[in-house]
Each structure stands twice: as structure tokens, then as C-alpha cells.
């Protein structure tokens, strides 16, 4: 179904090759997971099944890429619409009509679907993916999460042989995630469709996966079973590094396959001193206090009445379903977003009557759309204005940078950024004015398992210098290896809060591998091998 033979890319201008010498080839009906590093090329490897690499980003191609028996060498992007399918990282990006149901049935007027039939799949479509409550939505008015599930849903009606999705569960709830791959895994066994996705959170999708392609640094693709590529991949999920630290034969891919191999390692743990961490101690007082915080669209209670605590010296994770309220508190907490009730403190003031600059060495937050903060030419500008903006040292942000993403050419186009190094940047510009409270609202989109690492390392040194942090996220592995406590948020209100550890691994939906596999206290490998250390 897809072939990609000796394969070599170049984008204009780029000192290296962003793909280099690759073969790779798809049978009809398979799922290949395409993982790596953060920058590595894997939206490029993407864009090539549907010829938007190079026909739309420019650049020089050797080698032939074959889909569907058409080499889009010979094909234009319009004329392979009907052949693959494609939902990017950006659903908002893709979007051209106004509201949920014009969305799912535009591509299939494009097609000349018969308007029965596309009534019929728009149905289809919605029952499959739950969003049929959706259906009169604007586009807008959605959440990140719900946008995404619209996007691939505008694909699926219009029923393509394959499908291509560059993290397609990257905004969602774990639930919804699984609901999302769990569809996928139905169009390939049942339809025989051929997908192909981009993915960081491998956790969801490896067990889904036939094939596994890691890209490279180098431009490099290897290309295998899954077991086979992740036993040496320096990308894997928490499940498979748990397996490969205990020496796991065959190597586990499911949680099922890990508890079946986990007698030794668990009985070893309940001799083993439980985790201690500075999520067990006590923290200052707050920094940031709200309480009876109210947001209302219309009729729609977005928030109700929440009132939340922010320490000194804590991460805090506010988690929930997709829509529940979380990127609106966030905005409200900061202090430009809409407060139709309640009242925030940061230090005894009100961030909203701050002045910007006052207001943002107060609370800094990230949004979960990172271009919006990004309007200047080049990343050398964007850290350059920052550093000013904040007084801070020149360079200050670029190394921030460099520490979340690796080197990027500085005179890149922010725009032209990977949606993960869109984030990073985002992110060392705001924390290049060291603000006391941080928000971040899904602040790991498009980071591998490398740069969250990073990232956790950043906020938590934040909150041992005194700082608080608040992380709205899907992400319950970022949030078992960064929180101290966790928040969560369903229908506006916050129903639970607490302990990250109680939080996270009683609940079905959002225990992390580790807990799935050991029980509690564990939450990560980190946990485990400080305890074996300690036992010996």
C-alpha cells in the first residue's frame, strides 16, 4: 500500500537532510506508529504520503514515494485527497467551515459523495467518536480535545484507504484516547484501512501498533516489529523501560503481558521501603489562593465556584475529561481570562489589576496553542525581546530553550517549528521573567519522552526555589514523574484533589504503567529503583 524507497529530503537551505536513505513499506491494513525525537523529521516522513512534502514546504526529494499504487512525484496533493487521508497536529489549522457537522461533511462534498450517503456517515462518524452532542457546536467554541476528534472524524467520513495522523491523541483525555485508538484499531481490522500516525505518548498506541519507525536524529528510519525496534530505542514508554530495567523476556508491550512478568519485581517491592519524596512533606503557605472562582459562556457554567490553592515549593496537576473547565480556570486564574465570580490572590494582589509586566512576574502561563505568543521573525528575536522584556541576561532564554528542545537554528521562523518546539520556546520565553506561579496548559503536546524529562527537571526546580506550579494535562505519566499533588476538574468543579500518589493510582483512568502494573505506592521506574537501591 505504501512504499518509500531510498528516500532522501532536504529542506531549502537546511545544512542537513531531514530524512536520509529511507525504505520503508506498508502492507494494506497495518497501523505503523512513527516515533522520535522531538525535531528528528517524523511530520516530514508524513507529509511525504500525501505529497505536502515538497509540494506545500518547498525543499529537494530523491527516491520514489508510492501510495496506493500512486507516486506522488506524479500526483499533486489535491489529486491523492481521495487516496490518503490527513488530520494534523493543528486541528483548529485545518478547519474551513464553521461548526461540527458542516466540518465532517465538507471533504465529502469536495468528492462528490452522494448526500444520502453523506448523511448517513456524518452519523456514523459522530456515534463513533461520541461527539454526537457536538454536532451545532461552532468549531471555536470547542476544546482542544473535542477539536481534535472532529478533525479526524472529517477524515473518516470521507472513508480514504489510508490515513495519516500526526498525534492524533495528543490533546486528549486517556479515556478518550483509548476511545480514539480504539476506533483506529477498528478501521484496520475491520475495514482494512492503513493508518500511519506520529506519536510521543507511546504508552496509548504501542499496543494498537504492527510496525514501529523510529526516525533519527540523522535523518535515519528503522522500521520493525514493535518489540524488536523498542528493545533499543532510546524513545520508549514507561511499560517497556520497566521491562528492560527487570530484564523482561519476551519484552513486554501491554500491561497485561507486564503484571503476568512482574511476580519477582512485586514480591522484591513489598520488602522495599515505600517512595519517599518531597510529595510527602509539607508546603508554605499559598501563593496563589482562589476561591468561589465563577466563568460563564452564555448559559454555560464553564467553571463553578472552584476554589484551588497554590503552595510554595508544590507542582500541582489539574486533570479531567476533555471540556471540563481546565484551559478556562487556567486563564482565569492568570488574570486575563474571563471571572464572572470569585476572587484570586498571587501574593496578596489580584494579577488582573497588575500591569502586564508586573502581572507576568507574577504568573506566567502557557498556553496550549503555543503560536499564539509567538509573533516575531526568528527564534533569535523571540529570545531576544524576552530577555529584555524580563531583564534578565542575554541569553537567558535561548539556553532554556536549548535545555527543553536541543539546538534549533536560531534563524528559524518560529512558525515554521515543530508543534513540540513551538512549546519549548513558548516556555523559556515565559520563564525567562521567573514569574512565582507558573500555569501551563497541556505543556507536553508534541514533546518526546527526552524533553519532558527536561521539562519535568525545570518545574520542579521552580518549586524548589519556591515557586508553584499548575499543569493542566492528559499526560499521567508527566504528571506521576513531576506533581506533588493532583486536582480533578469534571462539569466546571473540582470533585477531587489531594496527594498525587492517592490521586493518580486509584483511579482506572488515571494510574500511570507502573501503578497498573505494581500497585500502589509506585508510580514510575524512578520510584522502583530508588527502592531496590535502598533495600540493598
Known amino acids: 500500500m505504501i512504499a518509500i524507497e531510498g528516500v532522501t529530503f532536504s529542506y531549502d537551505g537546511a545544512a542537513r537532510p531531514v530524512l536520509r536513505d529511507v525504505d520503508l513499506h506498508v502492507e494494506e491494513g497495518e497501523l505503523v506508529v512513527v516515533t522520535g525525537p522531538t525535531g528528528a523529521g517524523k511530520s516530514s516522513l508524513l507529509g511525504l504520503l500525501n505529497g505536502l512534502v515538497p509540494y506545500f514546504t518547498g525543499g529537494h526529494l530523491e527516491g520514489t514515494v508510492t501510495v496506493g499504487g500512486l507516486r506522488t512525484q506524479d500526483h499533486q496533493p489535491r489529486e491523492l485527497a481521495a487516496t490518503v487521508g490527513w488530520v494534523g497536529q493543528d486541528p483548529l489549522a485545518g478547519f474551513v467551515t464553521d461548526t461540527v457537522e458542516e466540518e465532517l461533511a ?36 470547542l476544546s482542544g480535545g473535542q477539536q481534535q476528534r472532529v478533525a479526524i472524524g472529517s477524515v473518516l467520513t470521507m472513508h480514504p484507504p489510508v490515513l495519516v495522523l500526526d498525534e492524533p491523541t495528543s490533546a486528549l483525555d486517556p479515556t478518550s484516547a483509548e476511545d480514539v485508538l480504539a476506533t483506529l484499531a477498528r478501521l484496520v481490522h475491520d475495514l482494512g484501512t492503513t493508518v500511519v500516525l506520529a506519536e510521543h505518548r507511546l504508552e496509548r498506541v504501542v499496543p494498537f501498533a504492527d510496525v514501529v519507525a523510529y526516525v533519527g536524529t540523522d535523518g535515519s528510519v528503522v522500521a520493525g516489529a514493535p518489540a524488536s525496534v523498542l528493545a533499543t530505542s532510546p524513545v520508549v514508554p514507561p511499560l517497556v523501560d520497566l521491562g528492560r530495567f527487570a530484564g523482561w523476556e519476551p519484552l513486554p508491550l501491554t500491561v497485561r503481558e507486564a503484571r503476568r512478568a512482574s511476580t519477582t519485581l512485586r514480591k522484591a517491592l513489598s520488602d522495599a521501603p515505600p517512595p519517599t519524596s518531597s510529595r510527602q512533606r509539607g508546603w508554605d503557605g499559598g501563593l496563589l489562593t482562589a476561591r468561589g472562582v465563577a466563568v460563564r459562556y452564555g448559559p454555560l457554567h464553564a467553571v463553578r465556584k472552584v476554589d484551588l490553592d497554590l503552595p510554595a515549593g508544590s507542582v500541582t496537576a489539574l486533570m479531567g475529561r476533555n471540556g471540563s473547565g481546565k484551559s478556562t480556570l487556567l486563564w482565569a486564574l492568570q488574570g486575563s481570562g474571563e471571572r464572572h465570580g470569585g476572587d484570586v490572590r498571587v501574593l496578596g494582589d489580584d494579577p488582573a489589576t497588575l500591569s502586564r509586566k508586573d502581572a507576568r512576574r507574577r504568573v506566567g502561563l502557557v498556553p496550549q496553542t503555543a503560536s499564539d505568543l509567538l509573533y516575531l521573525e526568528s527564534v533569535t528575536a523571540e529570545c531576544a525581546a524576552s530577555d529584555a522584556e524580563a531583564d534578565t541576561a542575554e541569553g537567558t532564554c535561548a539556553a532554556l530553550l536549548t535545555r527543553l528542545a536541543g539546538p534549533i537554528d536560531p534563524a528559524t521562523n518560529p512558525r515554521d517549528l515543530s508543534e513540540g518546539q513551538k512549546l519549548a520556546l513558548v516556555l523559556a520565553v515565559q520563564l525567562t ?19 519532558k524529562t527536561a521539562l519535568a527537571e525545570v518545574l520542579r526546580g521552580l518549586a524548589r526555589e519556591g515557586g508553584a506550579v499548575l499543569v493542566a494535562t492528559h499526560d499521567v505519566e508527566f504528571v506521576a514523574e513531576v506533581a506533588d499533588r493532583a486536582a480533578v476538574m469534571a462539569q466546571g468543579e473540582l470533585i477531587a484533589s489531594g496527594d498525587v500518589r492517592q490521586v493518580l493510582a486509584t483511579s482506572p483512568a488515571f494510574a500511570p504503567q507502573v501503578a497498573k502494573v505494581l500497585g500502589q505506592p509506585w508510580l514510575t521506574l524512578r520510584d522502583v529503583r530508588e527502592a531496590l537501591e535502598d533495600r540493598s
Open 433 to 451: 521573567a521567573a514569574p512565582q506561579v507558573v500555569l501551563l496548559d497541556e505543556p507536553t503536546r508534541g514533546l518526546d519522552y527526552t524533553a
Open 106 to 141: 465538507y471533504g465529502m462534498e469536495q468528492l462528490g459523495v452522494d448526500p444520502q450517503a453523506m448523511r448517513r456517515r456524518v452519523e456514523e462518524t459522530l456515534d463513533l467518536l461520541g461527539i454526537a452532542d457536538l454536532r451545532g457546536r461552532s468549531l471555536r467554541s
